[in-house]
Antibody, heavy 133, light 108 residues
Framework: EVQLVESGGGLVKPGGSLRLSCVAS????????MNWVRQAPGKGLEWVSS????????FYADSVKGRFTISRDNAKNSLYLQMNSLRAEDTAVYYCARVPDIVVVPAAMGRKRYYYNYGMDVWGQGTTVTVSS | DIQMTQSPSSLSASVGDRVTITCRASQRIGNSLAWYQQKPGKAPKLLLYDASRLESGVPSRFSGSGSGTDYTLTISSLQPEDFATYYCQQYYSSPPITFGQGTRLEIK
């Protein structure tokens, strides 16, 4: 069975740190890009961070850049999110989700265009992070 | 960044109704659009990708259409299990991946 299982959530004080984990099973983890997506209480979905299959391409939402670090260990079929300097507004359910690997093509002015060819087709059950004093 | 705007934000309908949810992108996204269904306390579920392609296992009463900047999700005949919140998401350009704000579909 294709599955993603998150762990590591909990209650943390503002300014604190937490490390989330997501363990994959039932598919070849090393061939997929992975994402963290969060959902604050009563709110919509917010993309947090992405990492390509071999960790070559890593992206963050502006709201977490400089505070969160995404990583993966393909040997352990695991995805991680190190969250530092946590704020009340980081309170949310955090989901990991897989997507077929990112595509990178040349673009104008020597830049690169990054895109996906699919939606996020497998999601974990989520882990809750609460930042409160 | 590409902004995604869904309408309506909420919708009341009855079992058997045909409903349509709209998603507008702030720029052309070349049909690189996914639709998700989320029920309370559960993870989102992928329904459609590439604007109109049905994900495996999703009932055929769900369909998608659109092009350019405007896309729609249609449920042809609402079933009790379809009452949920629906999100669109563009994957034409990343980062960032962007979602619509969601449409809550409630029982009338």
């Amino acid at each position: 069975e294709v599955q993603l299982v998150e762990s590591g959530g909990g209650l943390v004080k503002p300014g604190g740190s937490l490390r989330l984990s997501c363990v994959a099973s039932g598919f070849t983890f090393s061939t997929y890009s992975m994402n963290w997506v969060r959902q604050a209480p009563g709110k919509g979905l917010e993309w947090v961070s992405s990492i390509s299959s071999s960790s070559t391409y890593i992206f963050y939402a502006d709201s977490v850049k400089g505070r969160f670090t995404i990583s993966r260990d393909n040997a352990k079929n695991s995805l991680y999110l190190q969250m530092n300097s946590l704020r009340a507004e980081d309170t949310a359910v955090y989901y990991c989700a897989r997507v077929p690997d990112i595509v990178v093509v040349p673009a104008a002015m020597g830049r690169k265009r990054y895109y996906y060819n699919y939606g996020m087709d497998v999601w974990g059950q989520g882990t809750t992070v609460t930042v409160s004093s | 960044d590409i902004q995604m705007t869904q309408s309506p934000s909420s919708l009341s309908a009855s079992v058997g109704d045909r409903v349509t949810i709209t998603c507008r992108a702030s720029q052309r996204i070349g049909n690189s659009l996914a639709w998700y269904q989320q029920k309370p306390g559960k993870a989102p579920k992928l329904l459609l990708y590439d604007a109109s392609r049905l994900e495996s296992g999703v009932p055929s009463r769900f369909s998608g259409s659109g092009s350019g900047t405007d896309y729609t999700l249609t449920i042809s005949s609402l079933q009790p299990e379809d009452f949920a919140t629906y999100y669109c998401q563009q994957y034409y350009s990343s980062p960032p991946i962007t979602f619509g704000q969601g449409t809550r579909l409630e029982i009338k």
